[in-house]
């Protein structure tokens, strides 16, 4: 019995000393006659360098990784302009409407919602989640929609009392009693 303790004992370490001599290239002479297929299951996987693949590179230079085509920043800070434009072209072209109030204030409209659904577009549909075709027929949808959205509303400018007379009516409307 106390031999049984004794080995018990032993044995209760041995298989992780063991697989650190394999590893160390320490082992018994019978693991080193032991084929590759069963080598393999004896001995960990070799977990994948996670430190070197989120590392990021270090380098003095800025890196340019934007599309060669086009400047993001001009057009960001074209998209604020607009937005900040809105808030002096929406109250006067409501104030004095006109012709030309109410084409600007289409044109900024239709701008500000065109740029607002491309990022939409761009941020939610994308290729790795729908393919390559899903995301450039929708951002060709949203072309089509933006440029009928502008065309009706210059025919609704030109061949009828335009957008800024259409909202003062419906503003004076009084309830019927």
Known sequence: M???????????NSAPVFVSLL????????????????????????????????????TASPVRRAAATG??????NAERALSVALLGILPVGLMFPSQA?????????VMH??????????DYVRPILFGAAVPKICHGLLL?????????LFYFIHNDIGIANTIRKIWSTKPKA
């Open 113 to 122: 919602q065109y740029w607002g659904l491309e990022a939409i577009v761009t």
């Open 71 to 76: 400047n993001h920043v001009t057009l960001w």
């Open 101 to 109: 109030g109410d084409a600007l204030m289409a044109v900024s409209i």
């Open 2 to 12: 106390a031999l049984h303790f004794v080995l018990r004992s032993s044995c209760r």
């Open 23 to 58: 590893n160390a290239g320490k082992a018994p002479a019978v693991a080193r006659s032991l084929n590759s297929a069963s080598k393999s299951l004896l001995l960990p996987k070799p977990a994948p360098s996670l430190a070197l693949a989120s590392l990021r590179q270090f």
């Open 144 to 152: 089509v929609v933006s440029a009928a959205t502008l065309g009706g």
